[in-house]
């Protein structure tokens, strides 16, 4: 079994600044990329970063200049640093991982439960 599990969401003002962790625990053979997603009310789930294990990073345009994401892989751990924020930046995020659980070449995709990051204008 794995599980992702996400802190530090809270509120804060209009041009402040946050850090999210995830840590992944449990049977992982090996993980390719670990992520962060958002869901605001009423709105899809959005990409907002993510980072593969060979470097590459994919991050939303609105959040570029802003969110910056990194990986401790000894901890199997990701991190966004969010400053500047806005309160468009109000959502849920979630913390996502694409792993092996053994030798077999099969890729899973688990999520965390979310934290709630709040801006206030």
């Known amino acids: 079994q794995v599980q992702l599990v996400e802190s530090g969401g809270g509120l804060v003002q209009a041009g402040g600044s946050l850090r999210l962790s995830c840590a992944a625990s449990g049977s992982i053979f090996s993980i390719n990329a670990m992520g962060w997603y958002r869901q605001a009310p009423g709105k899809q789930r959005e990409l907002v970063a993510t980072?593969?294990?060979?470097?590459?990073?994919n991050s939303a345009d609105s959040v570029k200049g802003r969110f910056t994401i990194s990986r401790d892989n000894t901890k199997n751990m990701v991190y966004l640093q969010m400053n500047s924020l806005k309160p468009e930046d109000t959502a849920v995020y979630y913390c996502n991982a694409r792993l092996r659980i053994d030798i077999k070449p099969t890729w899973y995709i688990y999520w965390g439960q979310g934290t709630q990051v709040t801006v206030s204008s």
């Open positions: 980072l593969a294990s060979d470097g590459t990073t």
